[in-house]
């Protein structure tokens, strides 16, 4: 059973920084995509960017330019953990941000297409 566990969210004032860190474990896949969502009460699970790796190779997919040029998903060497570095932080950003895996080939957007979950951590982008 693969288990995912999130750190790193806090309180940070607006223009900040955060990195958050996903530790998965109870995998044997030869490919698995990591991605990080974030979520506002009231609005649906929005996809911020993922990962994939298989041996030495790694993709990684955003969800728009924005984010991009803010946001850096990355993972250790060891390949069990990975980050989600947060740079130039707005308001706008604050939300739960949950990391979620799912095994294939495949990396996407698409939260249905996730197949495990880690309970989450909260990120708060003060004025």
């Known amino acids: 059973q693969v288990r995912l566990v999130e750190s790193g969210g806090g309180l940070v004032q607006a223009g900040g920084s955060l990195r958050l860190s996903c530790v998965t474990s109870?995998?044997?896949?030869?490919?698995?995509?990591v991605g990080w969502f974030r979520q506002t009460p009231g609005s649906d699970r929005e996809f911020v960017a993922a990962?994939?790796?298989?041996?030495?190779?790694?993709?990684?997919?955003y969800n728009s330019d924005s984010m991009k040029g803010r946001f850096t998903i990355s993972k250790d060497s060891a390949e069990s953990t990975v980050y989600l570095q947060m740079d130039a932080l707005i308001p706008e950003d604050t939300a739960i941000y949950y990391c979620?895996?799912?095994?294939?080939?495949?990396?996407?957007?698409?939260?249905?297409?996730?197949?495990?979950w880690g309970q989450g951590t909260q990120v708060s982008v003060s004025t």
């Open positions: 990962i994939r790796w298989r041996g030495s190779m790694t993709d990684t997919l």
């Open positions: 979620a895996a799912r095994r294939g080939t495949s990396i996407t957007k698409g939260r249905f297409s996730y197949d495990y």
């Open positions: 109870g995998h044997t896949f030869t490919t698995l995509i």
